[in-house]
């Protein structure tokens, strides 16, 4: 690579776009699809928008150490804001563009922002609303001004106009472009170079600052793990506000030289997927699964043909695509059989979804499903995971090339540090990491340990070979009486991976034993008894039917296989389980608005089932108040059955075998 | 803002007049001597119950119908016997109460068939594909597209028609009717079917057209609550009668109108 | 290989040429029945009528010399050694085109909003109408066209598969006529550059508009009666085409006009409505009717290929009338 030593050198990204325009002047650094059009800017002319709205943003009086909100979707003249604003030795500071008035009164009161650029009228309104309660704010700058002609323009301001007094100041004056330059390049990569906000799902927001020298540093890193260059292209579609964001994109972005492509609106990113081909390529898990759907709903409706091709030949790649994918020995007729189904089947579908050239693909935030990240892998996509959060300016783990499972985050990146604490808690230091929570030094002391690690609230431990594994929020993970590691969520997601098991509640902490509350999936196994001529009047029966128990038990098992394999897991696999009489319900409060099972509130509500669990019983009679769906309240009474399930030896190897 | 917006309509030029206007089918009369007029740049609703003869005094405007007398006056001329296609030559564009797009056609095809209108080079010279129709052809895509953009309805900018929900049908109507930049717009029912999000996005569109291009509108409504909000003036007709004329209050107000839709059943 | 698959790969070939003729006159239906709803039965007539038109200029014929001779007793029938064939397909082109603008005049505009059945009958008369004028015009005897397509056996074609035959066996090689080639190629210019010109000009826009909704059509200026115009223009012009292709094979002669009859056959199984479907209907006739003749000809005393393609039909009717491609056309009709 050319001049690494001069890379180094820049240490905030100000300088780094500097260096991209002087490196790579006529390359596109980017896009976005206007009137159905896509637009490109290369590095030099992006530098010049924004040397322009920067010089713009002094003209309104921005200094440096001044604030100033980002709020909108992927736009380019917001990315631009992010450089513009860092320029002056000012602070970005993204704000979730759906974010209810209330919250981002918050962010913008906390954060002190005098200025606040938006993309169009639907956040100058919010603004305008608060104005009251932001006596700071002095100016708001709009991208689209669809709507905002008539409106009262002394603190309001057009982007164009902001940038067209940035013209003309340089064009004025020669002096002024090099004086800018020079105040970049005396900035300090101690400097602030933005302030994240998490989204407050517990809690207020809390302000995540990052400093300058540590955002490139953290980018640096990842951008040599994964091969990054210049040459790559990804599509800008997650929020802006949002680390995963500022991280894969802007950041490594500027170090890398890649080309950032803007959406047209939310509702067109698979169509501009399909446009763009990104080849670096980041979703959570919901979106990898919403794709999997959407595919296998296409193939239903095709041909008989269609489909015999379609699943012939996604056999063939159940399996051997991810052994070619990772470089395995793989027989040469497999190969040939696969690259046939390249040419009819995964070529087209890829190409469909858009993923056609994609080089590095990441997903996170969640598990996923073995079966769901297989698919997409054995299709020839390299889909990793990492594992990571905002305190760490996003990576702490990932997973490298050749060395990808669906159950880790992968192996510590580069130069990051990890411990795990006693109660499973994982801890790190990175070079991405925070400096703090802004204006709130109790906060930060309380996330970080004496000797300056941060702790993350998740439990975890290494696998043999090195990788991180996730189980739990570190809170939830409990001991067995024996003293064994119990997380709950672990087993929980291992049981709800199979599609016929909706839900699934582990019980198990300060007990001897684990075990489970099952959920049937009414639509998945009311499938099953359709084909096999199973007639049912309702859930309840249903969930009782020897044959589905039979098979629930065969899920249980299979798990306990799984876990068996896991020295850390082993001890707790599932003793006993039963199948509830009734669908857990977030209109009666056992799970949150947003489906998450409300652990605590269901051992009470089911205290009998419980009893019964631990008390060795086969059966057990439970009458449940339930509230229907018009509001009325009814009684729900059943006999539950409760079934006893085999465990495995703790190293398990013969049963995994099979 | 032009000096004319900010007229209110009462002062504002007339655009189009309709004078005494009778239209029967076989005997049977369904407009009876109506008169009225709409002003540049107003929103001009036209209610009524069922049956009150609305879209029919809609299709007399659009020359679709022939009325057996009176006379409609457009920008100042006369226009008798006006076919359907003049209309749109010369500056009226519609929707339909029932959507009358091209199914099979894209989003964006069909709002190309709405600047059909406004293409200066022949369907001839286009035949032969050359340069200067080349050249209009994009110039009328760039149009087309600020209409995408303005109706927010990129993402199916390549759909067939025939395949969208009802709700984003309506809009792409819209969109073809806009694509003709027409001075008057006549909208049948455009919320009709639609749930309250829908009704929702629908006027604020209606309003943006006529606030951010100036397009004078003329729209029929069942929905009293919507017209109230959206128009300037009202015109309400009953049996094919003329019975209120004037601003919402004012109609509002109007016993007769009252009476029509509350005390008379009007099934 | 042996020669008996030779054989079958042969009649397959010629089905397939002798396909893309039917197909030819098919298309010019298909055309006019999409954007109008109307089944024009004087397309068959058409593709005569521009032939006899063709050969006429290209041989300097004076037209009407007939009937000259017979008001003016002036002798003269011919005026010149004839033009270029280039200029010829033009100035035929301009004829048919002002065919369409009369058709469109004299018949059509006085025919709005009324029943197919009677537009239908409308095209029996407009095709008796032509037959009569194509008569007076150039004469009916049967002329040959020759307008440079290559034409005759190809002998490349035969030393190739001459080769292929098992050794020893006596196989003189494969016959195709390069006629058939050249209208096979033609016809697949003729589609894509059809499905091109409606797709992605502004004049395929309106047809296809005005082919979707009528009403909407009118509310956004297009004008009926243009579109007509121009629907039948282009029709002609495939009229012409088809008319080239055939008179080049079998001279221009008036049996040309029963031609249109196998078109029939072919939009039943592809559909009225459906382009491709003129052109596979076409090519699975052809074919269908060449084999049939091989292996089924000689148990019924021959002449298969006169009747085949009803049969094929009759059946489609029965089991798919809106054909394999076709909308459901059971209102329209």
Same mark, same amino acid.
């Given at each position: 690579?050319?001049?690494?030593?001069?890379?180094?050198?820049?240490?905030?990204?100000?300088?780094?776009?500097?260096?991209?325009?002087?490196?790579?002047?006529?390359?596109?650094?980017?896009?976005?699809?206007?009137l159905g059009?896509?637009?490109?800017?290369?590095?030099?002319?992006?530098?010049?928008?924004?040397?322009?709205?920067?010089?713009?943003?002094?003209?309104?009086?921005?200094?440096?150490?001044?604030?100033?909100?980002?709020?909108?979707?992927?736009?380019?003249?917001?990315?631009?804001?992010?450089?513009?604003?860092?320029?002056?030795?000012?602070?970005?500071?993204?704000?979730?563009?759906?974010?209810?008035?209330?919250?981002?009164? =918050?962010?913008?009161?906390?954060?002190?922002?005098?200025?606040?650029?938006?993309?169009?009228?639907?956040?100058?309104?919010?603004?305008?609303?608060?104005?009251?309660?932001?006596?700071?704010?002095?100016?708001?700058?709009?991208?689209?001004?669809r709507g905002?002609?008539?409106?009262?323009?002394?603190?309001?301001?057009?982007?164009?106009?902001?940038?067209?007094?940035?013209?003309?100041?340089?064009?004025?004056?020669?002096?002024?472009?090099?004086?800018?330059?020079?105040?970049?390049?005396?900035?300090?990569?101690?400097?602030?170079?933005?302030?994240?906000?998490?989204?407050?799902?517990?809690?207020?927001?809390?302000?995540?600052?990052?400093?300058?020298?540590?955002?490139?540093?953290?980018?640096?890193?990842?951008?040599?793990?994964?091969?990054?260059?210049?040459?790559?292209?990804?599509?800008?579609?997650?929020?802006?506000?949002?680390?995963?964001?500022?991280?894969?994109?802007?950041?490594?972005?500027?170090?890398?030289?890649?080309?950032?492509?803007?959406?047209?609106?939310?509702?067109?990113?698979?169509?501009?997927?399909?446009?763009?081909?990104?080849?670096?390529?980041?979703?959570?898990?919901?979106?990898?699964?919403?794709?999997?759907?959407?595919?296998?709903?296409?193939?239903?409706?095709?041909?008989?043909?269609?489909?015999?091709?379609?699943?012939? =030949?996604?056999?063939?790649?159940?399996?051997?695509?991810?052994?070619?994918?990772?470089?395995?020995?793989?027989?040469?007729?497999?190969?040939?059989?696969?690259?046939?189904?390249?040419?009819?089947?995964?070529?087209?579908?890829?190409?469909?979804?858009?993923?056609?050239?994609?080089?590095?693909?990441?997903?996170?935030?969640?598990?996923?499903?073995?079966?769901?990240?297989?698919?997409?892998?054995?299709?020839?996509?390299?889909?990793?995971?990492?594992?990571?959060?905002?305190?760490?300016?996003?990576?702490?783990?990932?997973?490298?090339?050749?060395?990808?499972?669906?159950?880790?985050?992968?192996?510590?990146?580069?130069?990051?540090?990890?411990?795990?604490?006693?109660?499973?808690?994982?801890?790190?230091?990175?070079?991405?990491?925070?400096?703090?929570?802004?204006?709130?030094?109790?906060?930060?002391?309380?996330?970080?340990?004496?000797?300056?690690?941060?702790?993350?609230?998740?439990?975890?431990?290494?696998?043999?070979?090195?990788?991180?594994?996730?189980?739990?929020?570190?809170?939830?993970?409990?001991?067995?009486?024996?003293?064994?590691?119990?997380?709950?969520?672990?087993?929980?997601?291992?049981?709800?991976?199979?599609?016929?098991?909706?839900?699934?509640?582990?019980?198990?902490?300060?007990?001897?034993?684990?075990?489970?509350?099952?959920?049937?999936?009414?639509?998945?196994?009311?499938?099953?008894?359709?084909?096999?001529?199973?007639?049912?009047?309702?859930?309840?029966?249903?969930?009782?039917?020897?044959?589905?128990?039979?098979?629930?038990?065969?899920?249980?098992?299979?798990?306990?296989?799984?876990?068996?394999?896991?020295?850390?897991?082993?001890?707790?696999?599932?003793?006993?389980?039963?199948?509830?009489?009734?669908?857990?319900?977030?209109?009666?409060?056992?799970?949150?608005?947003?489906?998450?099972?409300?652990?605590?509130?269901?051992?009470?509500?089911?205290?009998?089932?419980?009893?019964?669990?631990?008390?060795?019983?086969?059966?057990?009679?439970?009458?449940?108040?339930?509230?229907?769906?018009?509001?009325?309240?009814?009684?729900?009474?059943?006999?539950?059955?409760?079934?006893?399930?085999?465990?495995?030896?703790?190293?398990?190897?013969?049963?995994?075998?099979? | 803002?032009?000096?004319?917006?900010?007229?209110?309509?009462?002062?504002?030029?007339?655009?189009?007049?309709?004078?005494?206007?009778?239209?029967?089918?076989?005997?049977?009369?369904?407009?009876?001597?109506?008169?009225?007029?709409?002003?540049?740049g107003?929103i001009?609703?036209?209610?009524?119950?069922?049956?009150?003869?609305?879209?029919?005094?809609?299709?007399?405007?659009n020359?679709?119908?022939?009325?057996?007398?009176?006379?409609?006056?457009?920008?100042?001329?006369?226009?008798?016997?006006?076919?359907?296609?003049?209309a749109a030559t010369h500056g009226v564009a519609r929707t339909f109460?029932?959507i009358a797009l091209f199914?099979?056609?894209?989003t964006l095809d069909n709002i190309m068939t709405g600047r059909g209108t406004l293409m200066?080079?022949?369907?001839?010279?286009?035949?032969?594909?050359?340069?200067?129709?080349?050249?209009?052809?994009?110039e009328h895509r760039e149009a087309v597209e600020k209409i995408i953009d303005f109706l927010e309805i990129q993402?199916i900018r390549?759909?067939?028609v025939?395949?969208?929900?009802?709700?984003l049908q309506k809009r792409v109507e819209l969109g073809r009717a806009l694509a003709a930049e027409p001075r008057l717009l006549l909208l049948d029912?455009p919320m009709?079917?639609?749930?309250?999000?829908?009704?929702?996005d629908m006027s604020r569109f209606i309003l943006d057209v006529n606030s951010q291009f100036g397009t004078t509108i003329a729209l029929?409504?069942?929905?009293?609550?919507?017209?109230?909000?959206l128009?300037?003036?009202?015109?309400?007709?009953?049996?094919?009668?003329?019975?209120?004329?004037?601003?919402?209050?004012?109609?509002?107000?109007?016993?007769?109108?009252?009476?029509?839709?509350?005390?008379?059943?009007?099934? | 290989?042996?020669?008996?698959?030779?054989?079958?790969?042969?009649?397959?070939?010629?089905?397939?040429?002798?396909?893309?003729?039917?197909? %030819?006159?098919?298309?010019?239906?298909?055309?006019?029945?999409?954007?109008?709803?109307?089944?024009?039965?004087?397309?068959?007539?058409?593709? %005569?009528?521009?032939?006899?038109?063709?050969?006429?200029?290209?041989?300097?014929?004076?037209?009407?010399?007939?009937?000259?001779?017979?008001?003016?007793?002036?002798?003269?029938?011919?005026?010149?050694?004839?033009?270029?064939?280039?200029?010829?397909?033009?100035?035929?082109?301009?004829?048919?085109?002002?065919?369409?603008?009369?058709?469109?005049?004299?018949?059509?505009?006085?025919?709005?909003?009324?029943?197919?059945?009677?537009?239908?009958?409308?095209?029996?008369?407009?095709?008796?109408?032509?037959?009569?004028?194509?008569?007076?015009?150039?004469?009916?005897?049967?002329?040959?066209?020759?307008?440079?397509?290559?034409?005759?056996?190809?002998?490349?074609?035969?030393?190739?598969?001459?080769?292929?035959?098992?050794?020893?066996?006596?196989?003189?090689?494969?016959?195709?006529?390069? %006629?058939?080639?050249?209208?096979? *190629?033609?016809?697949?210019?003729?589609?894509?550059?059809?499905?091109?010109?409606?797709?992605?000009?502004?004049?395929?826009?309106?047809?296809?508009?005005?082919?979707?909704?009528?009403?909407a059509?009118?509310s956004v200026g297009?004008?009926?009666?243009?579109?007509?115009?121009?629907?039948?223009?282009?029709?002609?012009?495939?009229?012409?085409?088809?008319?080239?292709?055939?008179?080049?094979?079998?001279?221009?002669?008036?049996?040309?006009?029963?031609?249109?009859?196998?078109?029939?056959?072919?939009?039943?199984?592809?559909?009225?409505?459906?382009?491709?479907?003129?052109?596979?209907?076409?090519?699975? *006739?052809?074919?269908?009717?060449?084999?049939?003749?091989?292996?089924?000809?000689?148990?019924?005393?021959?002449?298969?290929?006169?009747?085949?393609?009803?049969?094929?039909?009759?059946?489609?009717?029965?089991?798919?009338?809106?054909? %394999?491609?076709?909308?459901?056309?059971?209102?329209?009709?």
């Open positions: 690579m050319a001049g690494d030593t001069a890379r180094l050198a820049e240490d905030t990204f100000p300088k780094l776009l500097l260096r991209n325009a002087a490196l790579f002047g006529d390359r596109p650094a980017m896009r976005e699809k206007d059009i896509w637009q490109t800017w290369t590095w030099s002319q992006m530098l010049e928008e924004v040397r322009a709205f920067s010089l713009g943003l002094r003209a309104l009086g921005l200094q440096a150490g001044g604030k100033v909100a980002i709020v909108g979707s992927n736009r380019p003249r917001l990315y631009w804001t992010f450089a513009a604003v860092q320029s002056l030795g000012a602070v970005p500071i993204p704000v979730y563009s759906d974010a209810v008035a209330e919250e981002m009164a =918050f962010v913008l009161k906390h954060a002190e922002a005098t200025m606040a650029v938006v993309e169009d009228q639907e956040q100058v309104d919010k603004l305008i609303g608060l104005a009251k309660r932001l006596p700071k704010l002095k100016h708001i700058i709009y991208d689209d001004d905002l002609k008539n409106y009262d323009h002394t603190t309001l301001h057009p982007f164009d106009d902001v940038q067209d007094s940035g013209r003309s100041l340089a064009k004025a004056d020669a002096g002024v472009v090099a004086a800018w330059e020079k105040h970049i390049h005396e900035g300090k990569g101690s400097d602030t170079s933005v302030i994240l906000y998490t989204s407050g799902t517990t809690g207020q927001s809390k302000g995540v600052m990052l400093t300058a020298e540590r955002c490139v540093g953290a980018a640096r890193d990842t951008v040599a793990f994964d091969r990054l260059t210049e040459t790559d292209e990804t599509l800008a579609y997650l929020p802006l506000a949002w680390v995963g964001d500022h991280y894969l994109n802007y950041a490594q972005g500027m170090v890398a030289g890649f080309c950032i492509a803007c959406p047209e609106g939310p509702e067109t990113v698979a169509v501009d997927l399909k446009e763009i081909g990104p080849t670096f390529y980041f979703a959570p898990p919901r979106v990898f699964e919403g794709l999997l759907t959407q595919v296998m709903i296409r193939m239903e409706d095709a041909g008989a043909l269609k489909r015999r091709i379609f699943s012939y =030949f996604m056999d063939v790649a159940k399996q051997h695509g991810e052994a070619i994918l990772d470089g395995k020995p793989v027989p040469f007729s497999a190969r040939l059989k696969y690259a046939l189904g390249n040419m009819l089947v995964y070529g087209p579908l890829k190409n469909v979804l858009g993923f056609s050239r994609i080089r590095v693909a990441y997903t996170a935030g969640e598990a996923i499903g073995p079966d769901l990240f297989s698919f997409f892998r054995s299709l020839g996509i390299n889909l990793k995971q990492l594992y990571g959060q905002t305190e760490a300016f996003l990576y702490v783990t990932a997973q490298p090339d050749g060395a990808v499972r669906a159950d880790t985050v992968g192996l510590p990146m580069a130069n990051v540090d990890i411990r795990i604490a006693d109660n499973g808690e994982v801890l790190f230091k990175s070079p991405g990491m925070f400096a703090g929570y802004y204006k709130d030094k109790a906060k930060t002391k309380e996330t970080l340990t004496k000797d300056g690690y941060v702790m993350t609230g998740d439990a975890g431990f290494f696998e043999a070979d090195g990788q991180l594994k996730i189980i739990d929020r570190a809170k939830d993970v409990g001991k067995l009486k024996d003293g064994t590691l119990f997380a709950p969520k672990y087993i929980e997601n291992k049981l709800k991976f199979f599609p016929d098991v909706k839900e699934a509640v582990a019980f198990g902490d300060q007990r001897d034993k684990v075990c489970v509350f099952l959920n049937i999936d009414l639509t998945s196994v009311g499938n099953w008894a359709e084909r096999n001529n199973i007639a049912y009047a309702s859930y309840q029966e249903l969930a009782n039917h020897p044959d589905v128990l039979a098979t629930m038990e065969k899920h249980v098992r299979q798990v306990n296989a799984d876990l068996a394999r896991e020295p850390q897991m082993a001890g707790a696999q599932i003793a006993r389980f039963l199948v509830l009489h009734k669908e857990l319900d977030a209109d009666d409060g056992e799970l949150t608005r947003t489906q998450k099972v409300r652990r605590g509130f269901i051992a009470e509500r089911y205290q009998p089932l419980i009893d019964a669990l631990y008390s060795g019983k086969n059966e057990c009679d439970i009458t449940t108040e339930v509230t229907y769906e018009d509001g009325r309240k009814g009684k729900l009474s059943a006999r539950v059955k409760i079934r006893d399930v085999e465990r495995f030896a703790a190293n398990g190897m013969k049963e995994a075998a099979e | 803002m032009s000096l004319v917006e900010t007229l209110p309509a009462s002062q504002r030029d007339i655009l189009l007049k309709v004078d005494n206007i009778s239209l029967s089918f076989g005997g049977v009369k369904a407009i009876t001597n109506i008169s009225f007029d709409i002003r540049v107003e001009r609703a036209i209610i009524g119950p069922n049956g009150a003869g609305k879209t029919s005094m809609l299709n007399v405007i020359g679709f119908y022939h009325p057996q007398e009176g006379t409609i006056t457009f920008e100042g001329v006369p226009r008798p016997r006006m076919r359907p296609h003049h109460q029932n199914r099979g056609m894209s200066k080079r022949n369907l001839l010279w286009q035949a032969l594909w050359t340069g200067p129709a080349e050249r209009e052809e994009i993402h390549k759909t067939p025939g395949r969208l929900p009802y709700g029912e009709a079917g639609m749930n309250r999000e829908e009704k929702e029929i409504e069942h929905d009293m609550g919507v017209v109230m909000d128009s300037d003036r009202v015109v309400v007709l009953d049996y094919g009668k003329k019975i209120g004329d004037g601003t919402p209050d004012e109609v509002r107000a109007n016993q007769d109108v009252i009476d029509a839709y509350l005390g008379v059943p009007h099934e | 290989m042996s020669p008996d698959f030779l054989y079958f790969i042969e009649t397959v070939l010629n089905g397939l040429m002798s396909g893309v003729m039917y197909s %030819l006159v098919a298309l010019g239906f298909v055309l006019i029945f999409k954007a109008s709803g109307i089944f024009n039965f004087a397309q068959g007539v058409m593709a %005569l009528f521009a032939a006899l038109t063709l050969v006429g200029l290209l041989t300097g014929q004076v037209p009407f010399a007939h009937l000259i001779h017979a008001i003016f007793g002036v002798e003269a029938q011919h005026w010149g050694a004839g033009m270029p064939a280039l200029l010829a397909v033009i100035g035929t082109m301009v004829v048919m085109i002002a065919l369409a603008f009369l058709i469109e005049r004299i018949v059509l505009k006085h025919l709005v909003n009324q029943e197919p059945i009677i537009l239908f009958m409308a095209t029996i008369g407009l095709a008796y109408f032509l037959e009569g004028l194509g008569d007076l015009m150039w004469g009916s005897d049967v002329k040959a066209l020759d307008i440079g397509v290559p034409s005759g056996g190809s002998f490349w074609w035969e030393d190739v598969t001459r080769e292929w035959a098992a050794e020893g066996s006596d196989y003189f090689g494969m016959y195709i006529d390069k %006629l058939d080639v050249t209208a096979a *190629i033609v016809a697949a210019v003729l589609v894509v550059a059809l499905s091109v010109f409606s797709q992605y000009t502004r004049m395929g826009r309106a047809l296809r508009a005005v082919a979707d909704d009528h009403q059509a009118l297009i004008s009926l009666r243009t579109i007509w115009v121009i629907v039948w223009s282009i029709a002609g012009f495939v009229a012409l085409v088809a008319g080239i292709m055939w008179g080049s094979k079998s001279g221009v002669q008036f049996s040309l006009s029963l031609i249109a009859l196998k078109a029939l056959p072919v939009l039943i199984l592809g559909g009225f409505t459906s382009i491709p479907g003129a052109i596979v209907g076409g090519l699975i *006739i052809g074919v269908g009717e060449k084999l049939a003749e091989l292996y089924i000809g000689p148990l019924v005393g021959g002449a298969i290929e006169n009747w085949f393609a009803y049969v094929v039909a009759l059946v489609f009717l029965l089991y798919r009338p809106q054909g %394999l491609f076709g909308d459901k056309i059971i209102e329209r009709i």
